[in-house]
């Protein structure tokens, strides 16, 4: 069990845990006897409270998810739910909506970092690209490796190894999180368990959120030959989840399409993408959130009535749900 540890911490640079606070100690987190203030709120103020109970630096959570048609490495068993998105991860914003990344370089198991920067600009500290070896064995060490198998099948990358995806998110993503320091986890913290952790609760917001299912209730299902109007897509996410998301496209801009030629529209075509924004109260571990409305960024989607491609995906590129 020492290898596992050993093997993952090896190519990282030896320094020291990084708390998002000065004063973050590893003692009296007892977040039960803590008030679960919701973030974003006036009480979910660092100095006002425990910063591992209550989301005090990244406190608008948002739920992402992809929808992609193939993934690059069928041939390797790498496959795609059926009838479900797939996670892209959970992110901290800022209350403000905007963000940071890659705030603990000692936790940064992200093999090739996007971007390779602290805050995105040359001037930025620079994210060194993890050397080391599959993180996967953490689960065995944990006793969860059908945490492993679910992950596997929900939450996949395309074009590289399901696990450097992992790794990217809780690198870029969980350590800009207050709740998922390391001092949180108290003195008797064992190495990786924030991994496990992030983990666990990305899922609980998937979960929560059933993307294909919210969209077929409305007649909205993947298709090579129908085609969806952002309008209809947003309203009817919307409707489910309680607040508007962000709705993502990438894919020809409108107006480069022979439909779209002579058009002021230049949002992309293919839905590909949704983005959930919640306020959480207490800790994003438990769950429990109010949805909350994108804001003015709220599409990469051309607007034109119709215009947009929800695509099938391509043949050999899923797995049946009705298998175990």
Not at 41 to 62: H, I, Y
Not at 99 to 112: H, I, K, V
Request: glycine letters at 8%; hydrophobic letters at 30%.
């Amino acid at each position: 069990m020492k290898f596992v540890y050993l093997a993952i911490g090896a190519s990282i640079a030896e320094v020291a845990n990084a708390a998002l606070y000065e004063n973050t100690t590893s003692a009296n987190h007892t977040c039960s006897i803590q008030t679960p203030y919701l973030s974003c709120s006036t009480n979910a103020n660092p100095g006002l409270v425990d910063s591992c109970c209550v989301e005090t630096f990244g406190g608008l959570v948002m739920g992402t998810q992809f929808w992609d048609t193939y993934t690059g490495l069928e041939s390797k068993g790498q496959l795609l739910p059926e009838r479900s998105w797939t996670i892209h991860g959970l992110w901290p914003d800022f209350c403000n909506g905007s963000y940071t990344q890659y705030c603990d370089l000692s936790r940064q198991f992200d093999p090739d970092p996007s971007p390779n920067t602290t805050n995105s600009l040359p001037n930025g500290t620079v994210v060194p690209a993890y050397g080391g070896p599959d993180i996967s064995p953490v689960f065995e060490a944990f006793g969860k490796r059908d945490l492993l198998e679910y992950m596997n099948k929900f939450w996949i990358a395309q074009g590289t190894p399901n696990w450097e995806l992992w790794a990217h998110e809780f690198s870029k993503h969980a350590t800009c999180f207050s709740t998922f320091d390391v001092a949180c986890y108290g003195p008797q913290y064992r190495e990786n368990e924030d991994i496990i952790d992030f983990f666990e609760s990305t899922i609980r917001y998937f979960k929560k959120q059933p993307t294909w299912e919210w969209l077929a209730r409305w007649d909205i299902t993947p298709s090579n030959s129908t085609t969806y109007s952002f309008a209809e897509i947003r309203d009817a996410l919307a409707s489910e989840y309680g607040a508007v998301p962000y709705v993502g496209c990438s894919g020809p801009k409108y107006n480069d399409t022979k439909a779209g030629r002579g058009s002021s529209d230049n949002g992309g075509t293919v839905f590909n993408e949704v983005w959930y924004f919640s306020h959480v109260f207490g800790k994003p571990q438990y769950g429990d959130y109010v949805p909350t409305d994108v804001g003015s960024f709220a599409t990469t989607c051309a607007k034109t009535p119709g215009a947009i491609r929800y695509p099938s995906r391509t043949n050999g590129s899923e797995w049946s749900r009705n298998k175990p």
